[in-house]
T-cell receptor, first 113, second 111 residues
Framework: ETGVTQTPRHLVMGMTNKKSLKCEQH?????MYWYKQSAKKPLELMFV???????ENNSVPSRFSPECPNSSHLFLHLHTLQPEDSALYLC????????????FGSGTRLTVV | QKEVEQNSGPLSVPEGAIASLNCTYS??????FFWYRQYSGKSPELIMS????GDKEDGRFTAQLNKASQYVSLLIRDSQPSDSATYLC???????????FGQGTELSVKP
């Protein structure tokens, strides 16, 4: 596989459920990101990891919990979400710094019911 | 607050015309500039990058950068209905930390 792979592609969960989103990059990049994109809104940066260390948490509620076991894998653990958390969740990776742009995964379309 | 401003549109052009997408940014020390295309319900895809003043051409796409005016643009020649998408202007954080995304301009190319 190449690029950035996200699973699942679609997820429907209840407000009391616990689920996890997975992201894997095969590009040898050392930085990974979680973004949230709600309908008709710009991308919102959630978390940044560099060399598997979290370097930014953009005031994200604690019901979203990221995990980065190594530079190739990134998870987003979800629990007790709200309907307003329904959105497209995008994972991206980069070489570090910002000269080359980010490569995005296909995203997970999350619906909270 | 570092910002990237785009007209949200929608910008509507007829097939075969030139589409012009514009963007301004606030961080004077930004060094890297990108245009991403995002189809509805899909993830953003990098289509152009530019790092120095002037024009950069790639096929039907031309990116233009003017650092003195803090202005970036994307021209799409011979627009096709398949170009209909939201175009995101993206600028590097001058401190080297991360990229800053604009809100995107929705482009609609009418057959």
């Amino acid at each position: 596989e190449t690029g950035v792979t996200q699973t699942p592609r679609h997820l429907v969960m209840g407000m009391t459920n616990k689920k996890s989103l997975k992201c894997e990059q095969h590009l040898g990049h050392n930085a990974m990101y979680w973004y949230k994109q709600s309908a008709k809104k710009p991308l919102e940066l959630m978390f940044v990891y560099n060399f598997k260390e979290q370097t930014e948490n953009n005031s994200v509620p604690s019901r979203f919990s990221p995990e980065c076991p190594n530079s190739s894998h990134l998870f987003l653990h979800l629990h007790t979400l709200q309907p307003e958390d329904s959105a497209l969740y995008l994972c991206a990776s980069s070489q570090g710094g910002n000269n080359y742009g980010y490569t995005f995964g296909s995203g997970t379309r999350l619906t909270v019911v | 607050q570092k910002e990237v401003e785009q007209n949200s549109g929608p910008l509507s052009v007829p097939e075969g015309a030139i589409a012009s997408l514009n963007c301004t940014y606030s961080d004077r020390v930004s060094q890297s500039f990108f245009w991403y295309r995002q189809y509805s319900g899909k993830s953003p895809e990098l289509i152009m990058s530019i790092y120095s003043n002037g024009d950069k051409e790639d096929g039907r796409f031309t990116a233009q950068l003017n650092k003195a005016s803090q202005y970036v643009s994307l021209l799409i020649r011979d627009s096709q209905p398949s170009d209909s998408a939201t175009y995101l202007c993206v600028v590097s954080d001058g401190q080297g930390g991360k990229l800053i995304f604009g809100q995107g301009t929705e482009l609609s190319v009418k057959p």
